[in-house]
C-alpha cells in the first residue's frame, strides 16, 4: 500500500530537498522546450527508445525526444513546445498592489498546479507567491479510508482528516488573496467512515451531501482571512495502468461529482469554479495522453503552459488593477 507523507509541506520552494529539485526540474525542462521548439523543423528523426549516443535532441511522431542513458526518451511534444515558446514570449502582466498571494489546497492534482505556480513564482516573483498545502491521496471528505479499485485494500487516510486546523494556521499566517481547490481523484474513490462500514461514493445522494457539507467547512477555512476560493471542476481520468478494475475513474461519477460542485458553488456565496475540465476534456471521454500522461495528472510542461497561459491572468484580472501605461514626454 502506497505511504503518504503525514505532514503538509512548507510553501517555500525550498521546502525539501526533493521538492527543490521537481522545481528546478521544472524551470530546466521549460528552458530547453523553448530552445527545441525554435528549431524543431531541423531535428533529425529517431526512434523512441532506439540507441543514442549524444545528449543532443530529435524527433518522432510529434514528439521531441532527448537522449537519457542511451536511449532516444520522450520529452515534450511538438505542439506543447510551441506553446511554452508562445508563452515565453507573452508579456509579464505588471498591475498595482504587490504580487498575488495564492494558496493551493487538495489532492496531489492540486500538487501539479501548486508546483507548477511555484515555477512561474521563481521566474516572476513579482507577480505571484505561492503556499502549496496540497496533500497527495488526501480527500477534503473525511472519512477513514479509500479504495480506487474493486477489491483494493482499503488505503488509510486517517492521516489526512486534520487540515482544518493545519490550514486555519496557515491561512492566517499567509493571508491568501485567493485560495485554489483542486481535488478530483479521491472524491471519486470509495470512502468508508469505518472498517464496519459499508464503501459509498459520490453516486450516492446521501453521501454526496457530506461530501458538499466538507466542502463548506474546507470554504469556510481557506475564507476566514477575508481571501477568495477559487475551485477547479474535474476533468474526465483514466488511469494508464489497464491491470486493475478501477472504479474511481468512472465517468458518471465525475458527471455527479461535477454536479455536486455546482450545486455547493450555487449554494455558497464566495466560491468561484474554475472550469478546468473545459480545458483538459476531449470528445468520446478521450484522454490527451501528451498532456495527462498517466491519464489524471498533468505533466510539468503541460502544467506550466496552463498557470502560465490561463491561471495567472485569469487571477491577475480578478484581483489585480493593470497599471496604465506610461504617457509620452511632453512636446
Known amino acids: 500500500m502506497t505511504r503518504f507523507p503525514t ?25 530547453v522546450s523553448m530552445l527545441v521548439a525554435s528549431t524543431s523543423a531541423c531535428l533529425p528523426k529517431a526512434k523512441i ?6 545528449t543532443g535532441f530529435s524527433s518522432d511522431a510529434g514528439w521531441l525526444l532527448t537522449c537519457v542513458n542511451g536511449r532516444w526518451t520522450k520529452g515534450v511534444s511538438v505542439q506543447q513546445a510551441v506553446q511554452l515558446l508562445a508563452l515565453a514570449q507573452r ?19 492540486a500538487q501539479t498546479f501548486g508546483m507548477a505556480l511555484q515555477r512561474y513564482s521563481i521566474r516572476h516573483p513579482e507577480v505571484i507567491q505561492v503556499v502549496d498545502m496540497s496533500l497527495s491521496g488526501c ?33 492566517q499566517e499567509f493571508r491568501p488573496d485567493v485560495s485554489l481547490v ?14 464496519d462500514q459499508p464503501w459509498r461514493n459520490v453516486l450516492d445522494p446521501a453521501w454526496a451531501d457530506y461530501q458538499r457539507a466538507e466542502y463548506g467547512a474546507l470554504a ?6 477575508g481571501g477568495a476560493v477559487f475551485w477547479a471542476d474535474v476533468p474526465v481520468m483514466r488511469f494508464l495502468n489497464r491491470t486493475w478494475p478501477w472504479i474511481s475513474e468512472n465517468p458518471l461519477r465525475t458527471a455527479m461529482l ?17 472550469p478546468l475540465a473545459a480545458r483538459l476534456d476531449r470528445p468520446g471521454f478521450q484522454i490527451d495522453w501528451y498532456t495527462r500522461p498517466d491519464g489524471i495528472h498533468l505533466s510539468p510542461v503541460a502544467a506550466d503552459i496552463e498557470v502560465g497561459a490561463w491561471l495567472v491572468p485569469v487571477l491577475v484580472q480578478r484581483f489585480r488593477s493593470p497599471v496604465p501605461p506610461t504617457p509620452p514626454p511632453a512636446g
Open 7 to 31: 505532514r503538509f509541506p512548507s510553501h517555500r520552494p525550498s521546502a525539501s530537498p526533493s521538492h527543490r529539485r521537481l522545481v528546478r526540474r521544472g524551470v530546466t525542462l521549460l528552458l
Open 49 to 54: 527508445g532506439a540507441r543514442c549516443r549524444s
Open 91 to 109: 508579456p509579464v502582466p505588471s498591475f498595482s498592489g504587490g504580487p498575488i498571494r495564492i494558496l493551493v489546497a487538495g489532492d496531489s492534482t
Open 139 to 171: 480527500p477534503v471528505t473525511r472519512v477513514e479510508a479509500i479504495r480506487n479499485y474493486t477489491g483494493e485494500i482499503a488505503q488509510s487516510t486517517a492521516h489526512c482528516n486534520n487540515w482544518a486546523p493545519v490550514l486555519h494556521a496557515k491561512v
Open 182 to 195: 483542486v481535488d478530483s481523484l479521491m472524491e471519486q474513490s470509495d470512502h468508508r467512515m469505518a472498517p
Open 220 to 225: 469556510d477555512v481557506l475564507s476566514s482571512a
Open 258 to 274: 461535477n454536479q455536486n460542485l455546482a450545486r455547493f458553488a450555487s449554494e455558497r456565496p464566495g466560491i468561484e469554479l474554475l
